[in-house]
């Protein structure tokens, strides 16, 4: 796949099946998180990686209130949350960048994933206080997001077609209200 297509085919996935992402691929994603660019090559990103199917289901009660809205993560065969080590963040123009350091990373496992057709989401909702007290994480990283990963399932569950309708996940705003040329 080009990558024009890449992009174009990601969506969102919010129902899954239970097969496991093979180890080689798993790795492969890792790999292109890692090798994302950062501000000073400080590579704040941290990944903590849940397989265990008994594991995740307990993570997926752990995300906080807040967090509810995405327990569709449940049945996801892989969870990755997306930190940060704040010790590794670097300011310029009053702007931390440890957010977009992650996101880039993070945003390429996702495109390698769907490479290889492995489906993510992109969660904020979350409790970054309880996740954090659950994962018992350092206290010098804050947690930036985390994604279910695994091969989409074509049945979508009611509670996948209500989010991806609330999120308006087709939707995108044409390039002329984005782009200006000077
Ligand atoms: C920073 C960020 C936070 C998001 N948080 C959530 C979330 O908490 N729950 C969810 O179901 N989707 C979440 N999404 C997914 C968006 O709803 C989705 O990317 C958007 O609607 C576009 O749809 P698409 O990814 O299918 O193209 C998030 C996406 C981003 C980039």
């Known amino acids: 796949m080009n990558f024009i297509d890449l992009v174009t085919t990601r969506h969102s996935v919010r129902t899954f099946l239970p097969d496991p992402i093979p ?21 704040p990103w941290r990944y903590i990686v849940f397989t265990d199917p008994a594991k995740i289901r307990e993570l997926a009660k752990k ?40 996101a880039i990373s993070f945003q390429q496992m996702m495109l390698c994933a769907h490479s290889h057709g492995i489906g993510s989401c992109w969660l904020a909702a979350f409790s970054e206080k309880a996740l954090a007290k659950y994962l018992q994480l350092p206290r010098n990283w804050r947690i930036v997001a985390l994604a ?19 999120a308006g996940s087709a939707q995108r705003q044409p390039l002329e209200e984005m782009v200006s040329y000077r």
């Not at 180890?23 to 492969?28: A, D, P, Y």
């Not at 807040?66 to 963040?89: H, T």
């Not at 279910?148 to 609330?166: C, R, T």
């Open 23 to 43: 180890k080689e691929i798993l790795q492969e994603i890792l790999e292109a998180g890692r090798l994302a660019p950062s501000a000073q090559n400080r590579q």
């Open 63 to 102: 995300t906080g209130l807040i967090g509810l809205s995405n327990f569709f993560i449940k049945d996801a065969p892989c969870v990755i949350i997306a930190c940060a080590d704040m010790k590794k963040n670097v300011r310029i123009n009053r702007q931390d960048y440890y957010l977009v350091d992650t």
């Open 148 to 166: 279910p990963f695994g091969y989409e399932s074509e049945n979508k569950s009611m509670y996948g077609k209500v989010l991806s309708a609330f």
